[in-house]
């Protein structure tokens, strides 16, 4: 063998070599990827989770899901599927179990999803919604996100997004608690992209509350949403009985 043709040669299996550490170190660096989204989502691959389903508030059918929720169900869907977990559809008031034993994501506020309002009442209290029909402001602590129905063009619309734990070591529970279907959605997406933010901020086994801001959905639908408020603090304090803040 000449020592043009051993150059060659060498330099073939170099370059092999040099492509197989690269390959190798891609595949190590999106496994790792993956195990932070799944630790942050509690959906280790081939679990199962709970994709909890609201009703339309607005139609008359008990069973009516808005289309903007069946959008962000199914954007859900495909970050459980990224996950390698398996996703369970159930109706909001057809959820008879504890939590913990799979990680859920539970869609839609209180006035159009009962295991939210349960959700916000046991893990929540400092979070409250207006019950009305035209009322949809969201209250925080001493903090209020307001919204009247019918909604203006070009007002912002809310949503609170949430991962609470019932425990060490279980699996979390998401809320995706918004004013409209358009903000459920926009909440969706905003967790699905902006999860490992999330994590480095807020760890993969705390509890975080954030409030977001849908801009002129009417425009720009679930789009254009931007972080409105850290409120982890105000979200899980009690709020004071009322004979001693009139004492006080």
Sequence with gaps: MTDSVLNVVLGLVASAISAGIGWLAQTVRRRRRLERTQRFFGMPE?????????????????????????????????LVRECGARAEIVAH??????????????LGGPS??????????SWLPGVTSAAGDTDLTITVGDT????????????????????????????????ISGQTSTSNH????????????????????????VVLKVVN????????????????????????PAAATAAA
């Design 186 to 209: 926009a909440a969706v997406r905003y967790l699905a992209a902006n999860h490992r933010t999330l994590a480095r901020r807020h760890g993969t086994d705390s509890t975080f509350v």
């Design 46 to 78: 081939g679990t199962e989770c709970l994709l909890v389903v609201n009703r339309d508030a607005g139609a008359r059918a008990s069973t009516a899901v808005a289309r903007n929720d069946v959008y962000a169900l199914m954007e859900l869907a495909a």
């Design 217 to 240: 959905p009417g425009a720009y639908g679930p789009d254009v949403v931007e972080l409105a408020a850290e409120v982890t603090a105000k979200a899980t304090a009690r709020p004071a």
């Design 144 to 175: 209020e996100f307001p919204l009247t129905r019918p909604v203006q063009e070009g007002v912002p619309v809310y949503a609170l997004l949430a991962r609470v734990h019932a425990g060490s070591g279980d699996r979390p529970v998401f809320l």
């Design 93 to 106: 008031d057809q959820v008879r179990q504890g939590l913990g034993a799979k990680a859920e994501f539970c």
């Design 112 to 121: 159009s999803n009962n295991r939210t309002a349960a959700h916000l009442a």
